[in-house]
Structures are given as C-alpha cells and as structure tokens.
C-alpha cells in the first residue's frame, strides 16, 4: 500500500521561497494523478497543482499559477512543489495526494477531491508579512 509523507514546511517571510517534498513508500505508477493541496484554519481544502505521472503534464490553479511548480523525482518517488514569492495568504498546512488509477482528462485542479484516496499527514507553511 501507498503511503506519503511531506516535509519540507517551516516558517518563512512574504517573498522568500519554498520547497515541500512528498516521499511515496512506493512508486505510484504511470496512471498516477498526483497533487498538492492546502487548507487554511476555517478555510475549505483547495486543491493547488497536479501532476499526471505518465505523460508528464503538470496543471495548477489560478490561485498559484506563475508562483508555484509542482514536479516529480520518478527514480525516487518523490513529488515536489516549489513554492515562489510567497505570500502570508499561502500559509497553511500542505498536504501531497494520489488518485493511483487516473486519466489525464479527469487529473485537474477542479476534479473531484473524492478521487485521492491516499493523503499524506501535511507539514504547515506560514508565510510572515
């Protein structure tokens, strides 16, 4: 079975930088949509990058576009997002998330949240003004 496991969260000021990294037990496969959510305190859960393990093809939510990458180390099954010019309305605890049995059609930012089966426990990210 699939775990993850981010780090990567800490402290930091309005425009520094970031990267949180999200190690899988095992390699999650080429059907593999993964992402990178966020929730804030009374906030709901937003969805902020996904990565379709197969083809390679990465998507993000206007929220981050521009600001944040998400990629993936495959020989190492890590996810990575690298976070840019934060700002504190990205603080938040950050959380990695695989849906194993995707399609590139339905890997989106938008997609039904229901489709992560497998979370990771989240690492926090506060961003100081």
């Known amino acids: 079975q699939v775990q993850l496991a981010e780090s990567g969260g800490r402290s930091v000021q309005a425009g520094d930088s970031l990267r949180l990294s999200c190690a899988a037990s095992?390699?999650?496969?080429?059907?593999?949509?993964l992402a990178w959510f966020r929730q804030a305190p009374g906030k709901e859960r937003e969805a902020l990058a996904v990565f379709y393990a197969g083809r390679g093809v990465a998507r993000y939510a206007d929220s981050v576009k521009g600001r944040f990458t998400i990629s993936q180390d495959n020989a190492n099954s890590i996810l990575y997002l690298q976070m840019n010019s934060l700002k504190p309305e990205d603080t938040a605890m950050y959380y990695c998330?695989?849906?194993?049995?995707?399609?590139?059609?339905?890997?989106?930012?938008?997609?039904?949240?229901?489709?992560?089966?497998?979370w990771g426990q989240g690492t926090q990210v506060t961003v100081s003004s």
């Open positions: 095992v390699r999650t496969g080429s059907n593999a949509c």
């Open positions: 998330a695989a849906d194993l049995g995707s399609r590139l059609a339905t890997c989106a930012t938008n997609g039904e949240q229901d489709r992560y089966r497998i």
